[in-house]
């Protein structure tokens, strides 16, 4: 069984691409000239102007602002606060219920 892996572009060849993409009028010679898909070529120019300072971060990761950074890192804090104090809440329930085996009654 034959494995093909899968190519990795850095930024810059993706922002050239992209600004070359602009420029030119036939974007499937354009792509055969880079050696990559057509498919792949105008995905990155809808990134780009969707986003064009947060593109091509890279393996999935999003450039965010600092504010939205903030924003994730205090939310998942405080999604793992509020599964802190369900566990403790079941805790308290479940220590809480006497049936007479915990304590000398």
């Known amino acids: 069984m034959s494995y093909k892996s899968r190519k990795k572009y850095d ?14 009028e036939d974007l499937k010679k354009l792509a055969a000239d880079l050696d990559i898909l057509p498919s792949l ?4 120019r809808r990134e780009f102007i969707k986003q064009p300072d947060a593109v091509f971060s890279g393996n999935g990761n999003a450039n965010l602002t ?12 405080l999604a793992e606060v509020q599964m802190e ?12 219920k006497s049936d007479g085996k915990a304590f000398n009654s």
């Open 66 to 77: 600092p504010e939205a950074n903030e924003l994730a890192k205090l939310k998942k804090q």
């Open 85 to 96: 104090r369900d566990i403790l809440k079941k805790a308290a329930g479940i220590f809480s």
């Open 41 to 44: 070529l105008y995905r990155w």
């Open 11 to 24: 930024r810059e060849f993706k922002r050239k691409a992209v600004e070359l993409s602009f420029q030119n």
